[in-house]
């Protein structure tokens, strides 16, 4: 792409707006308004996103095991989205949906490692140029280089590696760093902050977590002492971890996710349990970085602006249907955490089905800057500040591009309903399986009733909503 940062070209709908956009935006947060405009200062973001982190993988969310109290704090004072979703559960997809606010196939980035489309903006390009320092530390999984996605500072590293002594590439100088990897983001993450306040400007940090992701040995490479926080004999096994897929596409049973998952040697019980004891540790791990992010904003008094922003990439698999990995459409792969606190804001759980491509539309409202039009997520201040709001009451899941052994699929999640469709492999536009789970009553998706004539009126709704939805996105090319 090339695209320096003085030479971004804003979409020209936008322009006008965009010129006009300083003190642009008041939010009524908890009965009081803050106003961008009135306090002078634009706010500082923090949006860390986790690696492979799944719904469910805090405390905060009722798992009664794993150890999360930074996170939990966290949620404490701020909106914990209980039914937070990404649009494609893959690395790069899921990074790209998050900077674009775009869906993959808008953006161009539908599998792993492949750039943004041509011209595609992101929000720190947006930032960047309001003024704030933009930084992004930590994993960065797409072909796209950060300074091209409109980042003035970055720390990374390419995919991902071992924990321990990693290769990086900060500001264009690649160089091993000793240490545990999660030390080092948290480290420059605080560097950065640090940097920009001697700027005396505004900060957005992107601070992209390693863990929980697996090593290249497909382990989790976890400290001893984080380790020996969890009883390997107490991890719990999933309900469907000896599900024979019955229902399910067929080639599932010789798919990579499955057969994986036999090399782990899931057919065993105390296998799947050490993958959950490594796993768990990993988070805990990672939930350390966080706090010391989180205690030194305080220390630095900066609480009373600064966002925070937490969500997960993607899930993963933990034995659901005798599988490991991500990709596919079922709730441990698609469903992530997702917290937002910041000023002025009251603990509280949220229901309503949001996305991470509501994440860039999110971070330019807080900022005070007018949302593309070509945008697909909506800002979620509404839900925020508790109003009322005409929310979605459906979304669409896309994995068009077979990757991790997949193939393609598109899905419809409603509160109640989940329909997912796969297609032939070889003819990507033909559907070859169609399946519909009760969320409500199923939740583990275990009984497939797409084939039960008393849905079939529920499925045909459902069919037309994914070709209703799949046509919106056209409309915003």
């Known amino acids: 792409m090339g695209v320096k940062m003085n030479q971004v070209e804003l979409p020209q709908c936008n322009r006008r707006e965009f010129l006009r956009m300083l003190g642009c935006s008041a939010l009524l947060l908890g009965g009081a308004t803050i106003s961008n405009a009135k306090t002078k200062q634009r706010p500082n973001i923090i949006f860390i996103l986790t690696d492979d982190q799944r719904f469910d993988a805090m405390g905060c969310a009722g798992n009664p095991l794993i150890r999360t109290p930074n996170i939990d704090s966290l949620a404490a ?17 899921s990074r790209a949906a998050c900077l674009t606010g775009r869906y993959g196939s808008a953006n161009g980035v539908t599998t792993l490692d492949r750039p943004l489309n041509k011209g595609e903006l992101t929000f720190a390009h947006f930032l960047a140029r309001a003024g704030y320092q933009t930084g992004c530390i930590g994993k960065w999984h797409l072909d796209t280089p950060p300074a091209e996605c409109g980042f003035n500072t970055a720390k990374i590293f390419q995919g991902n590696g071992p924990y321990f002594n990693r290769l990086v590439e900060a500001d264009g100088e690649k160089k091993n760093i000793p240490g545990f990897v999660e030390d080092y983001i948290a480290g420059q993450s605080l560097e950065f902050i640090r940097a920009a306040l001697r700027k005396k400007a505004p900060f957005a940090l992107w601070m ?36 024979d897929l019955t229902g399910k596409p067929p080639y599932l049973k010789e798919g990579r996710s499955r057969l994986k998952a036999q090399q782990f040697g899931y057919a065993k019980k105390e296998a799947v349990q050490r993958h959950l004891q490594r796993y768990y540790g990993a988070v805990t791990e990672v939930d350390a970085s966080i706090g010391r992010v989180l205690k030194a904003v305080q220390e630095l008094g900066l609480n009373d602006n600064t966002w925070f922003i937490l969500m997960g990439d993607n899930g993963w698999f933990l034995g659901e249907h005798g599988f490991t990995s991500k990709v596919l459409a079922y709730e441990e792969s698609i469903h992530v955490p997702m917290i937002i606190a910041g000023p002025g804001l009251k603990h509280r759980v949220d229901k309503h089905l949001v996305l991470n491509i509501d994440l860039a539309t999110t971070i330019l409202d807080l900022a005070g800057i007018p949302v ?26 896309e994995a068009p ?58 499925v045909r709704h459902l069919a037309a909503e994914l070709e209703r939805l799949r046509g919106s996105l056209k409309d915003k090319r």
């Open 77 to 93: 004072r701020g909106v914990r989205f209980d039914h937070a979703y990404v649009t494609c559960a893959v690395c790069s997809p």
């Open 372 to 397: 593309p039009a070509n945008m697909h997520g909506k800002s979620l201040l509404p839900l925020l500040t508790g109003r009322d709001a005409k929310w979605r009451k459906s979304f669409l899941y």
């Open 401 to 458: 591009t077979p990757t991790l052994g997949s193939r393609p699929l598109m899905a419809v999640r409603t509160n109640k309903w989940k329909y997912i469709r796969t297609y032939d492999i070889e003819k990507p536009s033909s559907a070859e399986f169609e399946e519909l789970y009760d969320m409500e009553n199923d939740a583990i998706e275990m009984k497939n009733l797409a084939g039960d004539k008393a849905y079939a009126g529920i």
């Open 208 to 243: 992209c977590t390693q863990l929980p992701h697996m090593t290249p040995e497909f382990d989790w490479d976890v400290r001893e002492e984080t380790l020996a926080l969890y009883s390997q004999a107490a991890m719990p096994v999933p309900a469907s971890w000896q599900d």
